[in-house]
C-alpha cells in the first residue's frame, strides 16, 4: 500500500500562485508514475499533469505553460507549481500515483480556491 498525504492549497487571488506538495510512504517501489488530478464543483475529476520516474511530463491544455509538475524520487515526493491562477483552476486537487498508467493510489485531496 501507498499512502498519499496533499498539502499547501488555500485562497489565492486571480493571477497568483500556490504550490502543492504530495509525500508519499508505504510501499513507494511499487510505483513509478505520480500525477495531479482535480475536480471542480459539480464536473468530473480531470487530469492536470503526470510524471514518470525519469521526469518525463505531460500536462492538460488548460495548465500548459502556467504549472509545472516536478518530484525528488530520493524523498517520494510530488510537487505541483501553479502560476497565474484563474478563478477557473478552483477546485480539490488530487495526488495520485501508479504503475503503468494505472493510479491505483490516491491523496484526501487539497481545496484550491481563486477569487476574481
Known amino acids: 500500500q501507498v499512502q498519499l498525504v496533499e498539502s499547501g492549497g488555500g485562497l489565492v487571488q486571480a493571477g497568483g500562485s500556490l504550490r502543492l506538495p504530495c509525500a508519499a510512504s508505504?510501499?513507494?517501489?511499487?510505483?513509478?508514475?505520480m500525477a495531479w488530478y482535480r475536480q471542480a464543483p459539480g464536473k468530473q475529476r480531470e487530469f492536470v499533469a503526470v510524471?514518470?520516474?525519469?521526469?518525463?511530463?505531460n500536462y492538460a491544455d488548460s495548465v500548459k505553460g502556467r504549472f509545472t509538475i516536478s518530484r525528488d524520487n530520493a524523498k517520494n515526493t510530488v510537487c505541483l507549481q501553479m502560476n497565474s491562477l484563474k478563478p477557473e483552476d478552483t477546485a480539490v486537487y488530487y495526488c495520485?500515483?501508479?504503475?503503468?498508467?494505472?493510479?491505483?493510489?490516491w491523496g484526501q485531496g487539497t481545496q484550491v480556491t481563486v477569487s476574481s
Open positions: 495520485a500515483a501508479g504503475r503503468g498508467g494505472r493510479f491505483a493510489y
Open positions: 508505504g510501499s513507494t517501489f511499487s510505483i513509478n508514475v
Open positions: 510524471i514518470s520516474s525519469c521526469r518525463s511530463t
